[in-house]
């Protein structure tokens, strides 16, 4: 066993949702910097295309844009990704949004919005790519799902989010039913539920509560990059191929230590 063993990625193909800016990009970032293939998706065909061709500066990095908020879109990217990948080692589930409203005019928008893209777009895609998935799998090396959760699913978060944090703990409990119809498979099924970390969804939010914000965490801090990068490296690599199920929160202790 060697340290580049247990975390390379080189010779995987991954698809990363959303994988165009904030939490996505970071682990994007990281999977190229570990050796795989990455395959990124969002909705804005521009920004996906050039943020993929400035990644080519560290690995082999794809365009595919999408709208996932759709199952048509899911099962579209999914045929795009099977014309061109028999297999797919790793699916990142990340692309999400969010909808702050007071409880009194939040709108029936709002869920769908929110529930279409954080829960169900994580149920279609995976379903449209299990044949992927399942056959670049093995019992020593299963494929792994990484579904983005977020601690605003484990706690009650300060704004008023409702279908965000609804969403959330949703993509938990899917998390761990879907890890148990699929580890037959050998296909494994974890989530990462970050606390703060910049994007442009925490960008307003960080601005006005940051500090606040950094000193709930037990740490002092709000997360980096290579933070997120790690965490998902791990579920990815053969580090953390007898993990599944899980939920993993990478959020300085926020909602754990409460
Ligand atoms: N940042 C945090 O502190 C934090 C904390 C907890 C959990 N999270 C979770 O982490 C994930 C990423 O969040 P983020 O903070 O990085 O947000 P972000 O900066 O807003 O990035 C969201 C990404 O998803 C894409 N996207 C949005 N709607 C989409 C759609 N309908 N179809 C396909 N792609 C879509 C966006 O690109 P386009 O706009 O071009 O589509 C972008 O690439 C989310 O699931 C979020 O809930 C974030």
């Not at 970050?194 to 969804?201: A, D, I, L, Q, V």
Request: glycine share 8%; aromatic share 6%; with cysteine.
């Amino acid at each position: 066993m060697t340290i580049e063993s247990l975390f390379s990625l080189r010779g995987k193909i991954a698809l990363v949702t959303g994988g165009s800016r904030g939490i996505g990009l970071m682990i994007a970032r990281g999977y190229l910097d570990a050796g795989a293939k990455v395959y990124i998706s969002s909705r804005k065909a521009e920004v996906c295309d050039a943020v993929a061709a400035e990644l080519c500066a560290i690995g082999e990095c794809i365009s595919i844009p999408a709208d996932l908020s759709s199952e048509a879109e899911c099962n579209r990217l999914a045929g795009v990704i099977a014309e061109r990948e028999p297999v797919l080692h790793i699916l990142v589930n990340n692309a999400g949004a969010t909808w702050g409203e007071p409880m009194a005019t939040f709108p029936a928008d709002a869920w769908d919005k929110v529930l279409d893209l954080n829960v169900k777009s994580v149920f279609f895609l995976t379903r449209a790519l299990r044949p992927q998935l399942a056959a670049a799998a093995t019992a020593d090396d299963p494929a792994r799902v990484i579904n983005i959760g977020s601690i605003d699913g484990i706690h009650v978060p300060l704004m008023e989010t409702y279908s965000y944090s609804a969403s959330k703990a949703a993509v938990h409990q899917l998390t761990r039913h879907l890890a148990k119809q699929l580890g037959r498979e050998q296909i494994t099924v974890n989530a990462i539920a970050p606390g703060p970390f910049e994007s442009k969804m925490m960008a307003a939010t960080l601005r006005d509560f940051g500090d606040s914000i950094a000193a709930q965490s037990p740490l002092g801090r709000i997360g980096r990059a290579d933070d997120m990068a790690g965490a998902a490296i791990f579920l990815a690599s053969r580090a953390g191929a007898y993990c599944t199920g899980t939920v993993l929160p990478v959020d300085g202790g926020i909602a754990t230590t409460k």
